[in-house]
């Protein structure tokens, strides 16, 4: 699907159909030319409900305000109903509200992300799927705006939205087709393509960094880890961050195997490590002026003769050990040794991990919250707000020092897995809290996607099976610290 926008009236763009959105119940607003067509078809507005009518060339689409989050899903969902209709090309005028800038990008990647779908393994494909999209640089409710600037909103949004398709595609792939190596190759791709650096470290290279956590969770599997590196660094970059992603391209739970009920859907297990290739691909295209390193975890937790068991002890890189009590808890052993890694390597100035690291964080928050973790409030606060703006929801759990101790172990300095049944989000973040070391304690944040990153059920703009969570609001919040720096250096010359 092609989406432009273009200085022209939209009586004057020949297309298919035209998208036309109900704000707010509001069928007597100017725009809503068939009113009493659209009153016979029952049609009263709701957000997401959808009328076609054929003959006028116009779908309709309710939107409960001009929020950027009603509009983005309200044209998600119009362009999802296009596409069990013969409509090819379509057009569309804009809906601005306050904020015309998130407006435009919200119509753009609402359609972009309304658009996806994974039909890589149907014999049939989308017979009329949506060729072009021309949004007409005209205001719905008549506020002015400059065309050139709109442009330039479209291809952001329309560059961070098809990274989000890249990584539903990653998630939304079966095991065995995204074992770690390959996962490994996509990513070496992404970096041929996007000139990044990039470094992939084999089992021999984690046995040489040390990583005796991250390989013991590797090891009764047929596919070997890997670790990946990859490195953006513009000229003008304005921080160093570096994103470290579990990814899990398969867990069974290892000896402490899920029952099976619990076990589908495990091929989304590497949605951390995915949304942090994505988060890569958005930002080397964005060429946003920040240096940005991910640190990918690949590996598979299976069972067999040389499986990492319950009571085994673990060396971490750091030199600390672990007593594993459950090998189900294995995201927070990968993480520990690849957080490590990122410490002593990159040395950045902020420290992001995105893993599928808890059942906790979804029981805690539900599916569609991201669960944001940290010691440093202010850090929480920063990136909540970008993700709100994103449009993608999170929720911040707290920590505390008696959670803390939960995680004593009586044989090593630390066990894999919380003494109580509550707060396993938590608990889980303060395992990892044992990695990072005094100097990074508030420069790192913890976001437990486990909810989002896989619903079986379409939510909003997003379709059943991967949602590609963590990619908007991380590019929002770079957006968002970039443009905080310019103003302090503004105000400070
Ligand atoms: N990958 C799972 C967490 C998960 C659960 C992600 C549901 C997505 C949906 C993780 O490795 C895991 O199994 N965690 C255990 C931890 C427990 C053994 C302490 C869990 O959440 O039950
Ligand atoms: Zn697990
Ligand atoms: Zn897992």
Redesign the pocket.
Known sequence: MQIEIEARKRSDVEADVEIVCVVDKNLDHPWVEEKEALKMAGFSGGQDETCFLPHAGRLYVGAESLNHDDIRSAYATAIRALRNTRAESVKTGLFLGKCSAQNVKAMAEGMVLGDYAFDAYKSEKAKHPIKKVTICCEDFGGKEIDCQKAKGYVDNAVTVAQAVNYVRNIVNTPPDDMTPELFAQKAASLAEENGLECDILDEKGLESEKMGAFLAVARASAHPPRLVHLAYKPQNAKFKIALVGKG?TY?S?GL?L?PSD?MV??K??KSGASAVLGILKAVSELKLPIEVHGIMGLAE?MIGGNAYKPDDVLVAKNGKTIEVR?T????RLVLADCLTYAQQKVAPDYLLDFA?????C?VALGEYTTGVMGHDRGLKHSFSKAASNAGELTGTLPFNRYLKKLLKSDIADVSN??SSRYG?AIT?ALFLDHFIEEAYKDKWLHLDI??P??VEKPWGYNPAGASGAGVRMTVKWFEQIIKEADRAAKSHP
Not at 328 to 331: F, I, K, L, V
Not at 356 to 360: D, E, H, I, K, Q
């Open positions: 899990l867990d739970g402490s899920k619990y859907t495990m989304a297990d937790n459950n189900d808890a294995e995201g599928t690291l808890t059942g906790a979804v897995i919380s396993g889980a486990a909810g990153a896989y």
